[in-house]
């Protein structure tokens, strides 16, 4: 079965850092697509970063600079490591696969994981 | 960026009703255009993919239609448990985008 776990998250200052994690099982996330989506209290959906299944990396421009995305083959598990957050940055953080086709899609997330910037 | 437009924002309709959210792209996408579902407190779920594949374990119920900039979702008889808010999302090029959503109440 296919499952993706978050953590990581939690309360911190602006302009502070946080890593997140998203442990994946039932695959492995070097063959698939993985992707962070957000979504800021009451707002909608927000694509925030790409690692495709080669390596490659693609960001948000609202995070661009400040967000890094990455993987641990071994541990089969995918990160967003957060730097200089600022309020705007508030949301539930989900991580999501998208199985290696023709087309691009997130079949599978992960429950979420709650980041709020505040003083 | 591809801005995505969904209208209605909010649709109010009834069990055993048949609606259509439309999702309108800023430029061609082609097919890949995305449908999900979400409930409140609960991570989105794929409904659709490639404009009208439906995902599988979906009901069918529901479908999507369209190409290029137009696009629907329809579900043909609304379940109490389709009440929910959907998003439409392009995955043509980075960076992907959503549609602001439209939530389906009762």
């Known amino acids: 079965e296919v499952q993706l776990v978050e953590s990581g998250g939690g309360l911190i200052q602006p302009g502070g850092s946080l890593r997140l994690s998203c442990a994946a099982s039932?695959?492995?996330?070097?063959?698939?697509?993985m992707s962070w989506v957000r979504q800021a209290p009451g707002k909608g959906l927000e694509w925030v970063s790409l690692?495709?299944?080669?390596?490659?990396?693609y960001y948000a421009d609202s995070v661009k600079g400040r967000f890094t995305i990455s993987r641990d083959k071994s541990k089969n598990t995918l990160y967003l490591q957060l730097n200089s957050l600022s309020p705007e940055d508030t949301a539930v953080y989900y991580c999501?696969?998208?199985?290696?086709?023709?087309?691009?899609?997130?079949?599978?997330w992960g429950q979420g994981t709650l980041v709020t910037v505040s003083s | 960026d591809i801005q995505m437009t969904q209208s209605p924002f909010f649709l109010s309709a009834s069990v055993g009703d048949r609606v259509t959210i439309s999702c309108r792209a800023s430029q061609s996408i082609n097919f890949y255009l995305n449908w999900y579902q979400q409930k409140p407190g609960k991570a989105p779920n794929l409904l659709i993919y490639a404009a009208s594949t439906l995902q599988s374990g979906v009901p069918s119920r529901f479908s999507g239609y369209g190409s290029g900039t137009d696009f629907t979702l329809t579900i043909s008889s609304l379940q109490p448990e389709d009440f929910a808010t959907y998003y439409c999302e392009q995955s043509y090029i980075t960076p992907y985008t959503f549609g602001q959503g439209t939530k389906l109440e009762i």
């Open positions: 039932g695959f492995t996330i070097t063959s698939n697509h």
């Open positions: 690692i495709y299944s080669g390596g490659d990396t």
């Open positions: 999501a696969r998208d199985p290696v086709s023709t087309w691009y899609y997130f079949d599978s």
